[in-house]
């Protein structure tokens, strides 16, 4: 995570946005006097938002992680997709 003032982010807000966008990071924006803030790109935020919303049930937190375990443990197994891969279009 790269910390930069708030005045630095104001004036490099362009390039910033293009950062965060292209190298998938987050940067904690500082201010004087004021909380601080964090800036990432949507789809960071979406996929943040998503991670919370799986894991916000300890059940189904209890089943992905029985998943990955069965994956690292080479007891995955392919399936083909039943649906489109774009479900938007």
């Known amino acids: 995570m790269r910390t930069i003032s708030a005045t630095d982010f104001r004036k490099n807000m362009s390039a910033e946005a293009d950062r965060l966008v292209d190298d998938a990071d987050v940067t904690l924006v500082t ?5 601080n803030f964090v800036v990432m790109s949507e789809a960071d935020f979406n996929s943040w938002r998503e991670t919370l919303y799986l894991l916000g049930s300890p059940k189904n937190a209890a089943h992905l992680l029985d998943s990955l375990r069965e994956l ?3 007891r995955g197994e392919a ?8 479900m938007d279009a």
């Open 72 to 74: 690292d443990a080479g």
């Open 31 to 35: 201010r004087t006097g004021a909380s």
């Open 79 to 86: 399936r083909e997709l039943t649906q489109p891969a774009d």
